[in-house]
């Protein structure tokens, strides 16, 4: 492990990467960044740098000698520390992005790629990662109990994972409580400038968060359509009451 000369406080970033030149380059131009790195070459040894010390992003490629990426993601989420994760793969089909954004991934990032627009994108994961663990660590939404550092929504006392995406709009949302927010500034602030989803994108995200904490999610009380804007996330006050536009059926609200 390195640490770097420059000015910039660094972030830890774990690069998880087999082939040695590739590793080694990414390694000394990420310190030359201002990040501090450690490389590992094999699951088993990222689980052991892992064990040996907190880091708030890995850099994950998904062919290893030993294993996958994937194995160690699901490593990292079995600990709860809110590690941000971007893969790194020449693997660009679909099934391989879907899988690795699936366990938690801020990004998923394919070889070859141009440098600083990964920098960017690790730059982009680490604001995202210390959003959500800003703040109080938990609240009652509807049905679920979520824990924003453990990524998981407790509900009739069983855990339900939540993505690192999805507990980002949610503490964006929670913030904002009450308030009606545009699908424009839920773009900005839960999605970085390098991404490109569009409003059905959100949509989604907000049905299946619906799913988890709606008594019906076909009639929403908590997460609120507010038609042509964007959504509303109504929480009681201290008396009990609430404010807001009425709750309605989200599949008849339109989109901006």
Do not use: C
């Given at each position: 492990?390195?640490?770097?000369?420059?000015?910039?406080?660094?972030?830890?970033?774990?690069?998880?990467?087999?082939?040695?030149?590739?590793?080694?380059?990414?390694?000394?131009?990420?310190?030359?960044?201002?990040?501090?790195?450690?490389?590992?070459?094999?699951?088993?040894?990222?689980?052991?740098?892992?064990?040996?010390?907190?880091?708030?992003?890995?850099?994950?490629?998904?062919?290893?000698?030993?294993?996958?990426?994937?194995?160690?993601?699901?490593?990292?989420?079995?600990?709860?520390?809110?590690?941000?994760?971007?893969?790194?793969?020449?693997?660009?089909?679909?099934?391989?992005?879907?899988?690795?954004?699936?366990?938690?991934?801020?990004?998923?990032?394919?070889?070859?790629?141009?440098?600083?627009?990964?920098?960017?994108?690790?730059?982009?994961?680490?604001?995202?990662?210390?959003?959500?663990?800003?703040?109080?660590?938990?609240?009652?939404?509807?049905?679920?109990?979520?824990?924003?550092?453990?990524?998981?929504?407790?509900?009739?006392?069983?855990?339900?994972?939540?993505?690192?995406?999805?507990?980002?709009?949610?503490?964006?949302?929670?913030?904002?409580?009450?308030?009606?927010?545009?699908?424009?500034?839920?773009?900005?602030?839960?999605?970085?400038?390098?991404?490109?989803?569009?409003?059905?994108?959100?949509?989604?995200?907000?049905?299946?968060?619906?799913?988890?904490?709606?008594?019906?999610?076909?009639?929403?009380?908590?997460?609120?359509?507010?038609?042509?804007?964007?959504?509303?996330?109504?929480?009681?006050?201290?008396?009990?009451?609430?404010?807001?536009?009425?709750?309605g059926n989200p599949d008849k609200e339109t989109s901006s």
């Amino acid at each position: 492990m390195v640490n770097s000369p420059s000015l910039r406080t660094p972030a830890r970033l774990l690069v998880v990467e087999d082939e040695k030149n590739v590793g080694a380059t990414l390694v000394e131009r990420l310190i030359r960044e201002g990040f501090e790195v450690t490389l590992a070459t094999t699951v088993e040894a990222a689980k052991l740098e892992i064990s040996r010390r907190k880091f708030d992003l890995a850099l994950l490629d998904i062919g290893l000698p030993d294993g996958s990426g994937f194995d160690v993601a699901v490593y990292l989420k079995s600990l709860s520390r809110g590690t941000a994760m971007i893969f790194l793969s020449a693997y660009g089909d679909p099934e391989h992005r879907v899988q690795g954004l699936e366990l938690g991934a801020e990004d998923y990032v394919v070889k070859p790629f141009h440098f600083k627009e990964l920098v960017l994108r690790i730059d982009n994961g680490l604001k995202r990662a210390k959003y959500i663990q800003a703040g109080s660590d938990t609240v009652q939404l509807g049905r679920a109990l979520i824990h924003f550092s453990k990524y998981e929504a407790i509900i009739e006392g069983k855990p339900q994972e939540l993505t690192h995406r999805e507990v980002a709009l949610l503490r964006f949302l929670v913030e904002r409580k009450n308030a009606v927010v545009s699908r424009d500034e839920i773009l900005d602030q839960v999605w970085s400038e390098n991404e490109f989803p569009t409003s059905r994108t959100i949509d989604n995200f907000i049905m299946r968060l619906r799913r988890f904490i709606e008594l019906d999610p076909e009639k929403p009380e908590i997460i609120r359509s507010v038609r042509g804007v964007g959504y509303q996330l109504v929480l009681p006050d201290s008396h009990g009451e609430t404010s807001g536009v009425p709750p309605g059926n989200p599949d008849k609200e339109t989109s901006s």
